[in-house]
């Protein structure tokens, strides 16, 4: 194979990762479906590498399939997980801490931390319909070539997922808003001010907290804004050399929790009509890599 050849083909990484990393929620997995994508790629001789004529959508096609399998998968896998399960956060740009600049996220609406915890909630063959289709603008008989149906079929699956996605998700508020809000709450959370967080939170408010069994964290949602409120104040008088950063969390405002220089909390913060409506603590140090430098 020619450099050039080589430089296109490793070109597609990116577009690899986003739409592995949008299907599965986890960066370590779609790293590794993308690795999978490529040594596929490369088990096959130039000849056959040659009749392909279009590599980056076999590439995409590839990995898609390969996707589809471990969503499969990964449903009993999370039955054993310890706890809640969140997808993995990740940070702006310039704010990873390790890996490939090749990998990423582009940070749009399809990775807020809200519309990945959609994506968890639908069937496989849905995700993936609707993912290809409404996020990377592929055409259905394409969709149906890659997910097994019709395209009729995975019209309807999008069409589902899209219902799912408008039930869920409230009118957002412009950002400005949601960033004084954000603000707000670290200062009432630094302050240690019950009654401030309460008015800041949302009275169904919901935190969930994810440690994965490595670390301790909240086995089960914390729901309401005074348990919540009073459980932040809690943690802040345990951890007296805890610092809470602002920082953009999968493209929205959210909070980065130290303690003694080491992140140790990403927080990925959910606001509708003025309030803080979901927390997704993630605390398990192996969904922190980019937030760490740690491999």
């Not at 990945?116 to 603008?137: I, K, Q, W």
């Not at 009275?203 to 729901?223: M, N, Q």
Request: proline share 6%.
């Amino acid at each position: 194979m020619t450099d050039p050849d080589l430089s296109a083909i490793m070109s597609e990484r990116r577009q690899l990762i986003n739409l592995a990393y949008r299907l599965l929620g986890s960066l370590a997995d779609a790293e590794d479906v993308v690795q999978e994508t490529y040594a596929r790629w490369y088990a096959m001789s130039p000849d056959q590498q040659d009749a392909i004529a279009s590599p980056g959508a076999w590439l995409m096609k590839v990995a898609s399939r390969i996707c589809l399998d471990q969503l499969g998968s990964a449903r009993a896998r999370r039955e054993r997980y310890v706890g809640e399960w969140i997808p993995e956060p990740v940070p702006e740009p310039t704010e990873w801490r390790t890996g490939d600049p090749a990998d990423r996220i582009t940070l749009d609406e399809s990775v807020t931390m809200a519309f990945l915890v959609v994506l968890e909630s639908m069937t496989p063959a849905e995700r993936v319909a609707f993912v290809l289709h409404d996020v990377f603008g592929y055409p259905f008989p394409e969709v149906a070539e890659i997910v097994g149906r019709t395209a009729a079929a995975c019209r309807q699956l999008a069409s589902s997922a899209r219902r799912r996605i408008r039930s869920t998700q409230a009118a957002a508020p412009p950002a400005a808003e949601r960033s004084g809000i954000v603000r707000d709450f670290k200062q009432a959370w630094e302050a240690k001010d019950i009654h401030a967080l309460m008015g800041l939170l949302d009275p169904d408010a919901t935190v969930i907290g994810d440690g994965g069994g490595l670390v301790s964290a909240e086995l089960r949602p914390v729901e309401g804004s005074e348990r919540i409120a009073r459980t932040l104040v809690d943690i802040a008088g345990l951890a007296p050399g805890m610092t809470i950063l602002e920082r953009t969390v999968n493209g929205q405002p959210g909070l980065v929790v130290q303690h003694d220089g080491s992140t140790v909390t990403v927080m990925a913060i959910d606001v509708a009509g003025g309030r803080i409506r979901n927390i997704w603590a993630v605390r398990n140090p192996e969904k922190l890599r980019p937030w760490t430098g740690e491999s």
